[in-house]
């Protein structure tokens, strides 16, 4: 059904092992947003690797799955940034790029914009500023990204629904509203909560009408920027803990 949709509110999914036994990487990643489409569903997917840091633009060690954006190397050859921290490349030849096997795609540019083209008929266009502007299929199918500067504000799927973004005052992401008013709200440690690095994430609060759930995160406390932002501890809003790294 076309116009079904639903907000995950199952905090935790841990149908698989969340650590990789070859290199002790803890790795999590859940859909906290999702609403049915004919073709593209939307699903608002959050990935955490504990052994990749990142900072912006969303949190340490964390991104989502529509921060997605290229970069042109000096070498000519063109990266392109995932949404789960990976960085594939695109070489230059000559004229052309060659294809990436490990994502199945071709990357082409088209009326001035790089194009990436994926074996299943999936296309992301990207901006002059190399950020995500759509994604399409051959169907006519697709998604729109709207920014403001270079903060990601809305999202329009393919039954022309709106996702709305906004951010707090330190440029880290706050919420997401659908356009049913729900919401997924994102908390962070401040300087007052001394036990903690400003700016980790501390909450994901999954608000569905009259349902509140939460996923809190503690973290290792350490000088080296790496093993400071480290997850312990998964926390549901019962008190329930899903993980917990020794």
């Known amino acids: 059904n076309a116009n079904t949709s639903q907000i995950n509110i199952d905090p935790i999914n841990l ?74 490349e695109f070489v230059k030849n000559s004229n052309w790029f060659n294809y990436n096997k490990y994502i199945s795609a071709e990357l082409k540019i088209v009326d001035g914009k790089y194009n990436i083209i994926f074996n299943n008929s999936k296309t992301i266009v990207f901006n002059t500023d190399l950020k995500i502007e759509s994604i399409n299929d051959n169907f006519g199918n697709t998604f729109s990204f709207i920014y403001d500067t270079e903060k990601l504000i809305q999202i329009i799927d393919s039954n022309n629904r709106m996702y709305n973004l906004s951010y707090n005052s330190d440029s880290k992401l706050q919420n997401i509203t659908d356009f049913n008013w729900n919401k997924v709200e994102f ?60």
């Not at 070859?22 to 004919?38: A, C, G, L, R």
């Not at 060690?61 to 921290?85: G, P």
């Not at 903690?196 to 000088?223: C, G, M, P």
């Open 15 to 88: 149908t698989w092992d969340p650590v990789n036994l070859n290199t002790w990487e803890f790795i999590f990643d859940n859909v906290i947003m999702q609403h049915n489409s004919k073709w593209f569903p939307f699903e608002f997917w959050v990935n955490y690797w504990s052994k990749i840091v990142s900072e912006w633009p969303i949190w340490y060690n964390f991104d989502h799955v529509y921060n997605q954006y290229i970069t042109e190397q000096l070498n000519w050859n063109i990266y392109y940034h995932n949404w789960k921290l990976w960085v594939f």
């Open 187 to 246: 908390v962070y440690y401040q300087d007052w909560d001394i036990n903690w690095t400003k700016f980790d994430l501390k909450t994901i609060k999954i608000v569905n009408w009259a349902s509140i759930k939460e996923i809190n995160f503690t973290y290792t406390i350490w000088a080296d920027n790496v093993s400071s932002h480290n997850i312990v501890k998964l926390i549901d809003s019962e008190n329930n803990i899903y993980v917990k790294n020794i």
